[in-house]
């Protein structure tokens, strides 16, 4: 089974600021990786599929990078509806089962 | 509009059996290309997907919980049902339906586009 491991478990940052945040896999997963956001009280949402591509609706500054086993999400400036907790995603071949990573969550600082 | 919607008890009794169904609106589960899975949550922890059903009604389960499991659908009612035997209080979590736009060997068959609202099970006695 894969297993996602997200870095780092807490980023605290400034509105304006950039995140950086990474999810590793223990095997390569391609670019099935998805990403979410997830407020509290909320379903989470879908960012970034297939890696580096932005779900409809989702702004600009979200950006995915990465192949195989080392990817990244980035959000170029954030702002304030950004701080929430981010998990990242992706299924195996066979049998297919889904797993998620540990999250990071991006608090204000 | 696509949306989905889980309905349940709201407390179970440890060793009891939980019944939860997901009704999608805006989208067909006879869809050859539409899969629904069930992913839970407990209190301020992560995501844990259970299992899946595809197009074609071939199940997937969580390798851990496959035991308990079951998931099954009923395409004239729109709705993905899931039973978990044998409830306990570390059930306890945030049940969500979630949908995938894709079958097994399509590329989009791998994440989940729209998400129910979740509903919270409390395992106690």
């Known amino acids: 089974e894969i297993v996602l491991t997200q870095s780092p478990a807490t980023l605290s940052l400034s509105p304006g600021e950039r995140a950086t945040l990474s999810c590793r896999a223990s095997?390569?997963?391609?670019?099935?990786l998805a990403w979410y956001q997830q407020k509290p009280g909320q379903a989470p949402r879908l960012l970034i599929y297939a890696a580096s591509n932005r779900a409809t609706g989702i702004p600009d500054r979200f950006s995915g990078s990465g192949s195989g086993t080392d990817f990244t999400l980035t959000i170029s400036s954030l702002e304030p509806e950004d701080f929430a907790v981010y998990y990242c995603?992706?299924?195996?071949?066979?049998?297919?089962?889904?797993?998620f990573g540990q999250g990071t969550k991006v608090e204000i600082k | 509009q696509v949306t989905l919607k889980e309905s349940g008890p709201v407390l179970v009794k440890p060793t009891e059996t939980l019944t939860l169904t997901c009704t999608v609106s805006?989208?067909?589960?006879?869809?050859?290309?539409?899969?629904v899975s069930w992913i839970r949550q407990p209190p301020g922890k992560a995501l844990e997907w259970l299992a899946h059903i595809f197009s074609n009604d071939e199940k997937s389960y969580s390798t851990s919980l496959k035991t308990r499991l079951t998931i099954s659908k009923d395409t004239s009612k729109s709705q993905v049902v899931l039973t978990m035997t044998n409830m306990d209080p570390v059930d306890t979590a945030t049940y969500y339906c979630?949908?995938?736009?894709?079958?097994?060997?399509?590329?989009?068959?791998?994440?989940?586009?729209?998400w129910g609202q979740g509903t919270l099970v409390t395992v106690s006695s």
């Open positions: 095997q390569s997963v391609s670019s099935y």
């Open positions: 979630a949908r995938i736009p894709g079958d097994y060997f399509d590329s989009s068959g791998y994440y989940f586009d729209y």
């Open positions: 805006g989208f067909s589960l006879s869809n050859a290309r539409m899969g």
């Open positions: 995603q992706q299924r195996s071949n066979w049998p297919p089962t889904w797993t």
